[in-house]
């Protein structure tokens, strides 16, 4: 008899266990988790991949050529949340019109005793392989505030800004993990929505503003694909993969079309010119409680140093 119910019990730890996928789940039901879920993390590794190829195509009707481009780009992050504090270093190579690059980068962002954050760079030059460090304070940005903020968004509050969530009705392995498949899509009606809610809230018609106007137009047909892996048993975020599949380059092709025709002379003959992407893909993989601790070197210590509002204001002026 207390065979049958040691037998019976290790059945049920199996079974619970190959269950940690609910197909009751709902988008809604799981983003929440999930923002629990991060919540509750007070430190993330992430390792990013970005690769984008393509060309642009042209033809004057007797001769064609083509404008490649590539990049391939890694980036390693440790982010600590209390107090907020981040170390990134990245690697980019790639080529443009047969002519290769490399270069690295390294950042670090931490916050003071007195709560200010301050930002420092290190961007490599391609072509002597040296760099320097820049430094910029962010007086009144309380990440941590705006982190608490984002934490209690819902499904439905992304919904009003024009981000509509949805779930796989199958779960996915990720690494051995069995894992929820969230999307969804950010295109050009997104980030209308997106600009009138900032509108409202900051009292300016930004999206009327004519730079915004062409950006939004050069982005129609366009379309940014989204994908949260989701761990089953902890709801928290394993993966988040993004392209472009399914987007329309008609309107972008058009504005190439355009400055090419600005270019040429009367005497020339009409070229076209078109955009081909072969490939654009961004993968991060996350790890939460792996981050490992940091310490910003000296020289990035002793950078020049501005405030991010100098900046801003330089911009506005």
Request: net charge negative; glycine share 6%; hydrophobic share 40%.
């Amino acid at each position: 008899m207390k065979k049958k119910i040691v037998m019976s019990l290790a059945a049920l730890a199996a079974v619970s266990m190959l269950c940690g996928f609910d197909s009751a789940e709902t988008a809604d039901s799981l983003y929440a988790k999930m923002s629990e879920a991060s919540a509750e993390a007070d430190n993330v590794a992430a390792d990013m991949t970005f690769a984008i190829d393509g060309a642009v195509n042209i033809d004057d009707g007797s001769t064609s050529s083509s404008i490649g481009f590539k990049v391939d780009s890694t980036m390693a992050m440790d982010c600590f949340l209390d107090p907020p504090s981040t170390k990134i270093d990245a690697t980019i190579d790639g080529s443009l019109m047969g002519q290769s690059f490399s270069m690295k980068e390294q950042a670090y962002t931490v916050t003071g005793d007195d709560g200010v954050m301050t930002n420092y760079v290190y961007v490599e030059d391609p072509s002597t392989g040296e760099g320097q460090w820049q430094a910029q304070t962010m007086e009144g940005l309380d990440l941590a505030a705006l982190s608490e903020k984002t934490t209690n968004v819902t499904a439905a509050d992304l919904a009003e800004w024009g981000l509509t969530l949805e779930l796989a009705p199958e779960p996915a392995d990720v690494d051995g993990a069995e894992c929820y498949q969230l999307s969804t899509v950010i295109d050009s009606t997104t980030l209308s929505t997106v600009l009138d809610k900032v509108s409202e809230l900051s009292g300016q018609d930004l999206a009327n503003n004519e730079n915004v106007v062409l950006a939004l137009s050069m982005l129609d047909g366009l379309k940014l694909n989204v994908v949260y892996y989701v761990d089953a048993s902890t709801y928290q975020t394993q993966k988040v993969h993004m392209d472009i599949e399914g987007s329309d380059f008609t309107n972008l092709n058009a504005m190439i079309q355009n400055l090419l025709s600005g270019f040429a002379s009367e005497d020339a003959p009409q070229s076209t010119a078109e955009l081909a992407v072969n490939e654009f893909a961004i993968d991060i993989a996350l790890a939460y409680g792996e981050a490992e601790e940091f310490t910003v070197p000296e020289e990035a210590l002793s950078a020049p140093s501005s405030d991010v509002s100098d900046v801003l204001s330089e911009i506005d002026a």
